[in-house]
């Protein structure tokens, strides 16, 4: 039989607004995070990493912000375009799991023109 | 530079048949992860390798998945017998060194009918 997937949470933009994708991650001990982007029918992305040294780093039109103090992490995207619409992972690694890299839920992001 | 390589991108058997999937990683990328995602959610690691060694296969299926990575370069995942409940994609990746950004194939649709 056809299994179902659970819904994700959506995010829907207008063409040139900002975008804000969420995410909390549950191990406290994790040192390193990283945001994929995944297209449909493709694998997923690098978008940007940070370490939890730091609370703030930018890329091109991506920033990610860290608080490690409520175990939450952000993604946000500057003058969202209609090629940004995709699923975002956040994606957390520890060294008290061996390195092994574990995906939160992930958010849809619709860019509308 | 090529990227992780997959094959096939498409699969389609009846339960109880056996299925296998290939995986190229990135020249030089010593450490190789197996990866399963049911629709809708993200990323679970299967099984991690460093060089020829499964240094962490404790997500693995053992009664029905095996995984091999001889030569510590390209890999073999196989699920005999397949059941519906495996129908997912498949995605592999690598990274160097463990740690650090991980570099993700297009994936391996599984259709389990």
């Known amino acids: 039989g056809e299994s179902v997937g659970l819904h994700l949470p959506t995010l829907s933009v207008q063409e040139g607004d900002n975008s804000i994708i969420n995410c909390a991650y549950s191990?406290?001990?994790?040192?390193?995070f990283i945001w994929y982007k995944q297209e449909s029918g493709k694998g997923p992305q690098f978008i940007i990493d940070i370490r939890s040294n730091m609370d703030k780093r930018q890329g091109q039109r991506v920033t990610v912000l860290l608080n490690k103090t409520v175990k939450h992490l952000s993604l946000q995207i500057a003058a969202t375009q209609p090629g940004d619409s995709a699923v975002y992972f956040c994606?957390?690694?520890?060294?008290?799991?061996?390195?092994?890299?574990?995906f939160g839920q992930g958010t849809e992001l619709s860019v509308k023109p | 530079e090529a990227g992780v390589v997959q094959s096939p991108r498409y699969k389609i058997i009846e339960k109880k048949q056996p299925v296998a999937f290939w995986c190229n990683p990135i020249s030089g990328h010593n450490t190789l992860y197996w990866y399963r995602q049911n629709l809708g959610q993200g990323p679970e690691l299967l099984i991690r390798y460093e060089n020829e060694e499964a240094v962490d296969d404790s997500q693995l299926p053992k009664d029905r998945f095996s995984a091999e990575r001889l030569k510590g370069v390209d890999s073999t995942l196989k699920i005999q017998p397949a059941e519906l409940g495996d129908s997912a994609v498949y995605l592999c990746a690598s990274s160097f060194a463990g740690r650090g950004e991980l570099f993700f194939g297009e994936g391996s649709r599984l259709t389990v009918l």
């Open positions: 191990n406290s001990a994790s040192d390193y």
């Open positions: 994606a957390e690694n520890a060294y008290n799991q061996g390195g092994k890299l574990i």
